[in-house]
């Protein structure tokens, strides 16, 4: 963060939850303190796809979320800005396989003459074989053929250039997979939502992605399947029908259909879903929700770096197999609390990397106020703060990490939403 500061007011909430319903209120106190203000790149030490250190998490489960609700609203101004440097990653490379196939028969051709036997191995290949049989009338043989041939596959895009998927509700990861089951609404009161965007999982992990206009006269679909790696979802798409989730064109010259992975941090709290994912990944307004697995601790509140990712796998044209396309990073630098309140400064950035050029081409990076101020004192081990003004978050544990999500309809998703479409 830029050493220049400017005192602007903070402000102190205190959240009263009522039991039993999803109502809020909200009190309000003003306090002073200083906000950073940023010019050029960041001089902070950025945690790229590292994982989380799990001595920093927090344990168990608090289902206090399932009675907090807002409508908050929030300020989505955003200041444009350069970054300097990026992580690289290693390129994937292609290969071409040989196989070997043995192929066993009856022999029932009473003639001297050849046989010519099709084999087929990883992608096509046509082996001849001469073998001799005699015979008089119907002789009917055992003969075993031989044959050494090379496959060279040179399709692309299908599932097999993907690494292989997940197992759904599996021993490592099934019980995050499992709390996914469900329809998730990204707007709550879907009576009066302009747009809805509803997310359903089935127990084997399919997923199907509506999105409807307000007046129910248009929708479109994702589909696919998905499943859970540590703090990410990821999802196999092989239907999308609006725009693609990263404006990749400019930046690589090529777009890329489905099918293609996504691969997003997400946060689940009660039954409030959070995601990490590109401003693109629904259609009607750009998604300004945020997911974040806390990676340091600064202080004795919500001080440190909170991280999230998201990135598309997808294979380029002429390429046998996925390479990652895009990443986008969400990055919450939070100052230590500079006094006895639990409130302090800080610093958030999104910045986007497109790795399938060399070098990799840098996008834009979007720089926000990070200054936060916790409500209700921030009680331990789950609760809510303000980030950046007036957005609303909730923070705790899930799945031996510490998360902290965005908390306001249309920013996070809610589970058995009525759909506001039949």
Sequence with gaps: MSPSRRAIPLVAALVVIACGDDSVSIVTATATATEGTSSGSTTRDP?????????LTDTGYDSSYDSLDSNYDYDSNYDYDSYDSYDTIDPTTSTTSTTATTSTGTDTDPTTGTDTDTSTGTGTGTDTDTGTGTGTGTDTGTGTDTGTGTDTDTTTGGEEAFPPPGGFGDAEFGIQEI????VWGLQWDTLNAPWSSELTIDDQGNFIWRETSNNCMTETFATGILWVEGPQIVMHVDTWERQLPFDTEPYVGETFEPPFRLRMGYTLLGTYLGLA????????EPYAGR??????????????TWQG??????VPQGKQFAEVIVRDRFVAYLDPEQGIDPEGLGEVLHDEVFYMVDPPVPGPIIYEGGNWTCLDGCPQPAGATLINGGNLYAYGPYAGYTDLMSFATGRSFKRDITPSCP
Excluded: F
């Excluded at 709390?179 to 469900?182: K, T």
């Excluded at 994912?277 to 009607?284: F, K, N, W, Y």
């Excluded at 990712?309 to 997808?314: D, G, H, I, S, Y």
């Design 291 to 304: 997911s974040y697995v806390r990676q340091s601790i600064d202080g004795a509140y919500l001080g440190g």
């Design 309 to 314: 990712e998201t990135e598309l796998l997808a």
């Design 47 to 55: 945690c790229i796809s590292s994982g989380c250190d799990p001595t």
């Design 179 to 182: 709390d996914l089951i469900g």
């Design 277 to 284: 994912a590109t401003d693109r990944i629904v259609e009607a």
